[in-house]
């Protein structure tokens, strides 16, 4: 008997990691235009806004009247996309809580992961944040609440205070942790490659969310689906790689006119940079791949449909192996990060059609996690 699989569609809402990018082509276009695809095929999805940008542009817009437009224009696409039954959660890159706005660009001065930050500050984020999305959904459904919570670049872990922080919020489950990911880049310094769960819904220690608690806990962990392409697709990715870097050198300026950003900038941010050596790099970037397969966020904004499909039957072999009847797997998104639709489309389009799964919101997802109706880890007792 095949187990139903509880998928939620989930979307980062939210400029460039350095502010850069123009919102209308990075957000407001590509929402409407995902929205659309749902839609279109009788599914709700779900959408991180990344709210301490809005919190940013609010703040200088009395000196900035283009941010007024732009902040407002975002309030609207939020309660269009809530209007139409699609469901908004938590986000936040906290690096916008030191910014700087001249010549109509940002200069984002904060930390990028808000682990760095005291509880108090982590505090002041949160609570703001959240107020703002309440403020402005619960005019339209008195019910709503943040009941679930992604931490920009992922950092949620370890930390000696952040899960809690989040559960004094109402927050029912967290959803920043993706099994196998490592990053040492300028900005950013975690290591998730060794989790203690990966897959299923779990109950962390509360100091460090790579770990499976032996006991309940007042939040919920649900990571992010990852997995593992096979070797063509590996190559196949590798080749589309080598071309599209070749075509941002032949007409870099084209891409940044439209977006407001250019695709080397935005790399730059997450350049990897470990002391290996080059020899090493290269094993690991070119050969590992191909041996065990190439690691994999499902991130739809960064698969083709070959690719969402071998996603897809992993998570099905995954959940079979599991030997439970219902399980819940959250995919993940960049409208930012979006050039082609028609992969998405194709995607949706099979996943609507299938008669075991059932695509839920995570508004839903939190309802469905406190009702029992997944079995949620936890470790056996020391």
């Not at 559960?167 to 490659?193: P, Q």
Request: hydrophobic content about 35%; proline content about 5%; overall charge neutral.
């Amino acid at each position: 008997m095949k187990p139903t699989i509880y998928l939620a569609f989930v979307d980062d809402w939210e400029l460039s990691g350095d502010g850069s990018g123009e919102p209308y082509e990075l957000q407001f276009r590509p929402m409407r235009e995902l929205v659309r695809i749902y839609n279109a095929h009788g599914i709700r999805g779900s959408f991180n806004a990344e709210v301490m940008q809005q919190l940013t542009f609010r703040k200088f817009q009395s000196e900035h009247h283009e941010l007024k437009a732009l902040a407002d224009e975002w309030d609207a696409a939020v309660q269009e996309t809530f209007r139409q039954g699609h469901d908004v959660q938590l986000h936040i890159h906290p690096q916008w809580s030191d910014a700087e706005y001249k010549n109509g660009a940002w200069n984002l001065r904060g930390d990028w992961s808000i682990l760095n930050y005291s509880p108090d500050q982590a505090h002041q984020m949160i609570n703001s944040c959240q107020r703002y999305l309440e403020d402005l959904l619960q005019p339209l459904d008195p019910d709503y609440a943040c009941v679930s919570f992604r931490s920009g670049s992922w950092c949620i872990a370890p930390s000696p205070y952040i899960l809690n922080l989040l559960a004094d919020f109402g927050i029912v489950f967290d959803m920043s942790i993706v099994g196998g990911v490592r990053y040492e880049t300028r900005r950013i310094d975690l290591d998730y490659t060794n989790c203690e769960e990966d897959f299923l819904p779990f109950y962390p220690v509360m100091t460090d969310a790579r770990r499976v608690s032996n006991k309940v806990e007042p939040i919920i962990c649900v990571p992010t689906n990852h997995f593992y392409g096979s070797r063509r697709q590996t190559f196949q990715h590798h080749a589309r790689k080598v071309v599209g870097k070749v075509k941002s050198r032949i007409a870099p300026q084209s891409a940044k006119e439209r977006t407001g950003r250019t695709v080397e900038s935005y790399g730059h941010e997450w350049a990897q940079s470990s002391h290996a050596s080059t020899l090493t790099r290269v094993y690991e970037k070119g050969v590992v791949p191909y041996l065990k397969g190439k690691h994999l966020i499902s991130d739809l904004a960064q698969l083709d449909y070959a690719l969402m499909r071998e996603m897809l039957l992993s998570i099905r072999r995954r959940a079979r192996a599991t030997k439970l009847t219902e399980i819940p797997i959250i995919l993940e998104n960049h409208t930012k990060d979006i050039r082609n639709f028609s992969d998405i489309e194709c995607f949706v389009a099979e996943v609507s059609k299938a008669p075991d799964i059932k695509c839920v919101t995570l508004s839903r997802l939190a309802r469905d996690l406190q009702s029992g109706r997944f079995q949620i880890k936890t470790a056996a007792p020391q």
